[in-house]
């Protein structure tokens, strides 16, 4: 089946300091969407991304959809203690969301 | 307008009991899904459904079943519980697959 690889597994980073992590996939999606799971809680929604190089912003973070649609990007800028969480992208394919195994970020003041 | 509910929270079963995860949604969305989460496998598709009366499997189905009489409802039903269903269950909705999916805040099951 479909599998998406997600890197960093985990980051360690300081308050101020800018975090950027990526999904590839063997296989090309049409959507991709970036969420983050707070502990305890299900996911939310951070992005959208509906076409091949479409570029989105929300506040301090920015996501890419990959000219190949076969990745994606996420940047957090100038990091901040609530942005602790795991952070999964999801590949929409034909009928069904795709999830990447999370990226676990911790945020030291 | 209270999104994806599910209940319950938590649930401790022993092995071979049922049970079932209620999910409800007031978006009127038309697709919903269900997902489990366990440590280091991110989320996966157990079953999902396009519509009212139509379900399909996603990755992981067997020993689930569900049913889509109402929009609004999305059970899943565990006929007989196996230490290997213990995770996180999340359900999730959306207007269709080709948009962003809301997701509940899930419940957490334990098989003894």
């Known amino acids: 089946g479909q599998q998406l690889n997600q890197s960093p597994q985990s980051m360690f980073i300081q308050e101020g300091e800018d975090v950027s992590m990526n999904c590839t996939s063997s296989s090309i999606f049409n959507t991709w969407l970036w969420y983050k799971q707070d502990p305890g809680e299900g996911p939310v929604l951070l992005i959208a991304?509906?076409?091949?190089?479409e570029l989105t912003s929300n506040g301090r973070l920015t996501a890419q959809f990959g000219i190949t649609r076969k990745d994606s990007f996420l940047n957090i800028s100038a990091s901040i203690p609530s942005d602790v969480g795991i952070y999964f992208c999801a590949g929409q394919g034909t009928d069904k969301l795709i999830f990447g195994t999370g990226t676990r970020l911790q945020v030291f003041p | 307008n209270a999104g994806v509910t599910q209940t319950p929270k938590f649930q401790v079963l022993k092995t071979g009991q049922s049970m079932t995860l209620q999910c409800a949604q007031d978006?009127?969305?038309?697709?919903m899904s269900w997902y489990r989460q366990d440590p280091g496998m991110g989320l996966r598709l157990i079953h999902y459904?396009?519509?009212?009366?139509?379900?399909d499997q996603g990755e992981v189905p067997n020993g689930y079943n569900v049913s889509r009489s109402t929009t609004e409802d999305f059970p899943l039903r565990l006929l007989s519980a196996a230490p290997s269903q213990t995770s996180v269950y999340f359900c999730?909705?959306?207007?269709?697959?080709?948009?962003?999916?809301?997701f509940g805040p899930g419940t957490r099951l334990t098989v003894t």
């Open positions: 991304l509906y076409k091949a190089g």
């Open positions: 459904s396009v519509g009212a009366g139509i379900t």
């Open positions: 999730a909705s959306s207007f269709d697959h080709y948009y962003e999916q809301y």
């Open positions: 978006m009127n969305h038309e697709y």
